[in-house]
């Protein structure tokens, strides 16, 4: 990942907006951060959240709190609690998520 046009800044998360995202079942709460050619996130999914679509686009994400399962459209599965991560780049492993409990992300795109 080259971030390109993003001088310094900080960003106060408790002042971003949030959106509301549904998923297959439950929705996810973004709060959204974008300049130059990256878009930064802290995202809550509710418990048991199911992402609506097979994503394509490249992350490093962050499980902050709770228990995330990353599932690859090969049938592969992941499960990342509160401290792992993982990377993965555009267009390869596409990829959905999945929480029975709830979790808070860090995620960069």
Same mark, same amino acid.
């Given at each position: /990942?080259?971030?390109e046009d993003?001088?310094?800044?900080?960003?106060?998360?408790?002042?971003? !907006?949030?959106?509301?995202?549904?998923?297959i *079942?439950?929705?996810?709460?973004?709060?959204?951060?974008? /300049?130059?050619?990256? =878009?930064?996130? /802290?995202?809550?999914?509710s !418990?048991?959240?199911?992402?609506?679509?097979?994503?394509? =686009?490249?992350?490093?994400?962050?499980?902050?709190?709770?228990?995330?399962v990353?599932?690859?459209?090969?049938?592969?599965?992941?499960?990342?609690? !509160?401290?792992?991560?993982?990377?993965?780049?555009?267009?390869?492993? !596409?990829?959905?998520?999945?929480?029975?409990?709830? *979790?808070?992300?860090?995620?960069?795109?």
């Amino acid at each position: /990942m080259k971030i390109e046009d993003v001088p310094f800044c900080k960003i106060d998360w408790s002042v971003v !907006p949030t959106t509301t995202h549904k998923g297959i *079942a439950g929705e996810a709460y973004w709060k959204t951060f974008e /300049m130059g050619n990256i =878009r930064v996130r /802290m995202v809550e999914y509710s !418990p048991g959240y199911l992402a609506d679509h097979w994503c394509n =686009r490249g992350h490093v994400l962050l499980v902050i709190k709770g228990i995330l399962v990353t599932e690859l459209s090969d049938g592969r599965k992941f499960t990342l609690n !509160p401290g792992t991560s993982y990377q993965v780049a555009d267009d390869i492993d !596409p990829h959905r998520s999945y929480t029975e409990n709830g *979790a808070t992300l860090f995620i960069v795109d």
